[in-house]
């Protein structure tokens, strides 16, 4: 894709939100899901200008995937806190570290789903959002975490786009490892009480604003922690699946390089401060998203 964008000369940008573009300029792609929103919606589907990383963990076991689903819905800010690359706006800091997804978050069916105890909750849930008209089929159901319509997988869909190869990695690695000590605990029948829709609103925003620079709500504990104890704590999390992966040493690696250097929004504002130019934040766009690939975009 780079080289062929390279070719075409253009560039491509792995960000969550372009850092000068205007919504404005964008054209919605005809086709009927696209249409609807724009209808449905207006000018919020307008301004949806954003971009998220979505990773799946195949579970062919529905019911599984729902405990699964329960368990995960707490431990979501940290991911954000890590994958946030979304700073500025329209040529603009926003002092969110995570505007994607303050932008995103305006949809009624987006934000952390709702607390399921059995695969036909969640089904008779989705059937009622499509059957009142408030999402066109199941696929657009745009929870942060979500049982994809016509795939075995859990759906991570909370994450900004990761602005270099090895961010998509660390995220990923994660991820999976979420999903299987979620499935352990499930399958000990370790308890999982319903925890407050607020308070996970209240954690999600929170880590879209501050990012790694802040405190976050630790759920579990019910008090702020500065954001990297936070990070740190899902790493020791899962640290018993990563390592049954094999994963551990690469994984929690760039969680360190990450906490240490910073997330794509703090690397971002760092470029734009060298000398206060929006064109540095996307020469390093361009530079971090071919970084690891063996090619070189040009900036």
């Not at 995570?98 to 909750?121: C, K, L, Q």
């Not at 405190?215 to 740190?232: E, F, W």
């Not at 401060?273 to 040009?298: F, K, N, P, W, Y």
Request: charged share 25%.
């Amino acid at each position: 894709m780079i080289d062929a964008a390279v070719a075409d000369g253009n560039h491509i940008v792995a960000a969550a939100t372009h850092p000068i573009s205007h919504w404005r300029d964008q054209q919605v792609t005809p086709k009927q899901s696209y249409e609807w929103l724009a209808d449905r919606y207006g000018q919020l589907a307008q301004e949806q200008v954003v971009f998220g990383c979505h990773v799946h963990v195949g579970m062919e076991d529905r019911e599984a995937a729902v405990q699964v689903l329960k368990r995960a819905r707490v431990l979501l800010a940290p991911l954000l806190a890590l994958s946030a690359s979304s700073p500025y706006w329209l040529a603009n800091d926003t002092d969110h570290a995570s505007y994607r997804t303050v932008v995103w978050g305006r949809f009624p069916i987006s934000g952390v789903p709702g607390f399921f105890v059995s695969a036909a909750e969640y089904d008779a849930t989705v059937r009622e959002l499509i059957d009142t008209g408030s999402a066109l089929d199941e696929a657009k159901i745009y929870w942060d975490v979500r049982l994809p319509a016509r795939l075995p997988t859990v759906e991570f869909r909370v994450a900004d786009v990761c602005q270099t190869v090895d961010e998509a990695v660390m995220l990923t690695g994660l991820v999976r490892a979420l999903v299987r000590t979620c499935h352990q605990d499930a399958s000990r029948a370790e308890p999982c009480p319903p925890t407050r829709s607020e308070l996970l609103r209240a954690a999600q925003w929170r880590a879209a604003r501050y990012g790694l620079e802040g405190d976050l709500i630790d759920i579990a504990a019910g008090r702020s922690v500065p954001a990297k104890d936070l990070v740190r704590g899902l790493l020791r999390r899962v640290r018993p699946a990563l390592e049954e992966a094999g994963d551990w040493e690469e994984v929690s690696g760039l969680v360190d390089q990450t906490l240490q250097d910073g997330n794509g929004a703090t690397r971002q504002r760092r470029a734009f401060a060298r000398a206060g130019r929006m064109e540095d934040v996307v020469d390093l766009l361009i530079d971090e998203t071919c970084r690891g690939t063996g090619v070189s975009q040009g900036a």
